[in-house]
């Protein structure tokens, strides 16, 4: 009985939804047609009351927005009211300073008029945004502003355009409730033109319009309200006029009250016939769907597989979606993972040292910042202190890399063991390690820090068969409530170097004497690099005479570079030397050394009609330039001196710490046919095995050793295996700092080449210098002369 039980949409359900759709949306069409008279009536009230309720949102909207935009610009006013560099203006006048700081950030703010004024009623600044848009203000209304807790409002007419007008007194930045004493007054206005009500018309859907003066009070309709805009003496002197945009109006006047009622009962049958056939033959499946694709189960399209119309073929899609989903959430699973993996090996490669696992710069840095920050909040105290390990480069290059590499890992290891929880130790650079000490406030707390670091590297670090003791230079500063992260950063480091001037093993506190210091070397900086760009002239050379101790006559002279400043007076070498070597300018200083020693060298060889010899010091900053062969080569081709006349001096410690550097550079200038002297010789550690590698011509005794001739049979036996030392490897030697008979006598004996010093002759400008090379060649026996 229940198969044939009447079923009038029976022959529907076999149609596509395609097809089933259309016939209904026929069916509801031809109904609503017969209820659209019925439907307006009841349509009519409706809109009326919607209208109603429109009417007033748009009324307390419109009067909302105009409050708004006068708090926005009051606001602003007030606010420049108290800005100390407003006042600073007020007295400077410094119209670059307003353009930059007040007329353009103004303009930005939708402004149209700026005025200032000293409390003397001297006007100071009047700008506008346009220069058609000028408004000639009445200054009296200016002058009678009082300091007030907000800005006062008024209105100024000004021909057909209307000012709104916001003015307060200036203050200083303190007193930002302008109940002090105040120094003169800052007015903003705004021009209310079709541009700015276009701006509140869009806001509020009305139609504005500004009347001049006073405007009879208009009846409390639908459609307007007046709002009255008054002068700084409460006189009205324009109107603003609002008129409602009513967009149901021409409904509710066209509809028809008995329609609407039949239409509504007409449509609310349709609705419900329309709504079961779409519940049966759309809803359902769709629940199903839906249903299916929020829980992610194949289980409820049961029903729908079976069909073969397009709800079917849209359930068998989704259950293939399904299985693909599954795959590709796995995938997607996997690779989330990769992803965060390497997301996170990433960040800390970006923040952490790859050898010893310590914060790197970058990190340092971060922290740092963030720790001053918090001291400057709440005065907890920070410091910093660097850390280097001495003759690091000696373990690295005598050791070979990969025990450096140990040095540092087990180092880092014990400078973490040694800290407290809180502190934060780094690698910048190297063997060049940093610490952050937050809450630390005086000398005494750094000094702990730094102690237990020392007692902590006291004891040998175990490496491969070897037990090797490491020393640390430490340098800290403190923070005093001044210093930003880049001054820490350079304080301490500067205090470092200090520490490692002193010895090994030593610590050193900023203090204002290294600020002293390092603000000096900072100007003999800043100085000396101005002399080499712009004023060359500051810089001159002195010579000093190499005499021959066996023959008596002048074999060269060493160039010496000499700096007189026009207000620091003459400048030490000691002193401007290590500045040009750690500012990079040392390559800059060398090249004018051998461009005016090698003309005035070239000159005296032409008078003396033999070649002379030239001595210049060779640092190691210089020799770590990669063109400095090159460079010395196309000078000496310039100036047209043979090679063999340039004579460069090394230092041996230089040497000493910088072998394959030396010995590859030094190489490649003596191949050329440049001399190289060891100087300063006997004050480093060089042995027999290592001179014997090095590229040297000659060696210069150190006047340490030449000084105590007259004192010490010691000097005298180390002269002498020097100068033995020499001779076995074929070298010649000079003797620096001679300055008596005696030591003249007693490296003539002994058997020194060369020499030069006070006893012979001071280093002498180049005019000074060439009288006297021509007056020691002139008293020159003959024989010696034309050799």
Not at 98 to 114: M, R, W
Not at 559 to 578: D, E, K, V, Y
């Amino acid at each position: 009985m229940s198969e044939r039980r009447f079923r009038p949409f029976r022959a529907l359900e076999s149609l596509p939804v395609r097809a089933r759709l259309p016939i209904f949306l026929l069916v509801l069409s031809v109904l609503i047609l017969a209820l659209a008279v019925a439907w307006t009536r009841e349509t009519q009230h409706q809109l009326t009351h919607l209208n109603a309720q429109e009417r007033t949102t748009k009324k307390e909207l419109m009067e909302q927005i105009i409050q708004l935009k006068s708090q926005q610009l009051a606001g602003l006013t007030y606010d420049y009211g108290y800005w100390d560099d407003l006042r600073t203006f007020l007295d400077t006048g410094d119209k670059t300073w307003a353009k930059n700081n007040l007329i353009s950030v103004l303009k930005g703010q939708n402004t149209d008029g700026l005025w200032i004024y000293r409390r003397d009623q001297r006007c100071v600044l009047t700008s506008f945004r346009r220069p058609e848009n000028t408004l000639k203000i009445h200054e009296v209304d200016v002058f009678s502003l009082r300091p007030a807790a907000k800005a006062h409002r008024w209105y100024q007419v000004e021909g057909s355009t209307v000012w709104e007008l916001y003015g307060t007194t200036i203050h200083r930045g303190e007193d930002a409730e302008h109940k002090g004493a105040y120094f003169g007054y800052i007015v903003i206005g705004r021009l209310l033109d079709r541009s700015y009500l276009s701006s509140l018309e869009t806001l509020s859907q009305c139609r504005l319009s500004l009347l001049m003066g006073a405007q009879t009070e208009l009846l409390p309709t639908s459609q307007h309200f007046d709002t009255s805009l008054k002068d700084n003496n409460n006189v009205p002197v324009a109107t603003l006029r609002a008129r409602m945009l009513d967009s149901l109006g021409p409904v509710i006047e066209d509809s028809v009250v008995q329609a609407e009622a039949y239409f509504v009962g007409i449509a609310i049958l349709v609705a419900v016939l329309v709504g079961v056939a779409l519940i049966r033959w759309i809803g359902r499946p769709i629940g199903l769907l839906a249903d299916a694709l929020k829980r992610r189960d194949a289980a409820t399209l049961g029903p729908l597989l079976h069909q073969k119309n397009e709800f079917g073929d849209l359930a068998r899609l989704v259950l293939d979606f399904f299985v693909q989903e599954q795959v590709l959430v796995q995938a997607r699973n996997e690779l989330e993972e990769r992803v965060a993996e390497r997301t996170e090996a990433l960040a800390h490669q970006a923040y952490h040292d790859a050898l010893t696992g310590l914060p790197n710069r970058t990190l340092f840095r971060e922290r740092l910042d963030s720790a001053l920050a918090l001291a400057q909040q709440s005065d907890r105290g920070l410091a910093v202190v660097f850390m280097d390990m001495d003759n690091f480069k000696v373990i690295n290059d005598s050791l070979g890399h990969e025990v450096g590499d140990l040095v540092l890992r087990l180092a880092a290891e014990r400078m973490l063991l040694a800290l407290r929880a809180n502190d934060l130790v780094a690698r910048l650079s190297g063997d060049e390690f940093a610490l952050l000490l937050p809450g630390v406030r005086e000398p005494e707390q750094v000094q702990l820090v730094t102690t237990r670091l020392q007692e902590a590297f006291q004891a040998p670090l175990p490496l491969q068969n070897k037990r090797l003791v490491v020393t640390l230079s430490m340098g800290s500063a403190l923070f005093t409530g001044q210093e930003s992260a880049t001054d820490l950063i350079r304080n301490a480091d500067t205090a470092m170097y200090v520490a490692k001037s002193q010895g090994k093993g030593g610590m050193a506190l900023f203090d204002s004497q290294m600020k002293q210091q390092a603000d000096r070397r900072l100007e003999l900086e800043i100085e000396l690099r101005h002399a080499l760009a712009d004023d060359p002239a500051q810089l001159t050379i002195a010579f000093q005479p190499i005499f021959s101790l066996t023959e008596g006559r002048i074999q060269g002279v060493e160039a010496l570079a000499r700096w007189n400043h026009p207000t620091l007076g003459a400048i030490s070498p000691a002193q401007f030397i290590p500045v040009a070597e750690e500012a990079g300018l040392i390559g800059a200083v060398g090249a004018f050394v051998l461009e005016e020693a090698g003309r005035q060298v070239v000159a005296w060889s032409r008078q003396l009609g033999r070649p002379l010899q030239l001595s210049i010091n060779l640092s190691v900053r210089q020799l770590q330039e990669e063109d400095i062969v090159e460079r010395i080569q196309a000078t000496l081709q310039r100036l047209g001196i043979v090679a063999g006349q340039l004579e460069l001096e090394v230092t041996e410690s230089v040497m000493m710490q910088h072998p394959e550097l030396v010995v590859d550079r030094l190489s490649r200038l003596r191949k050329s046919g440049i001399r190289i002297a060891a100087d300063d010789f006997g004050t480093g550690y060089s042995s027999m095995a290592v001179l014997a590698q090095l590229p040297l011509d000659v060696i210069k005794v150190d006047r340490s050793f030449v000084s105590g001739l007259e004192e010490h049979s010691e000097a005298t036996a180390i002269i002498q295996a020097i100068l033995e030392l020499a001779h076995a490897l074929n070298l010649t030697t000079t003797a620096e700092g001679i300055e008596t008979q005696l030591q003249w006598d007693s490296l003539q004996e002994l058997g020194c080449t060369n020499g030069q010093g006070y006893f012979f002759c001071r280093p002498l400008s180049a005019e000074a210098i060439g009288s006297f090379l021509l007056e020691k060649e002139a008293a020159l026996p003959p024989q010696l002369k034309a050799a």
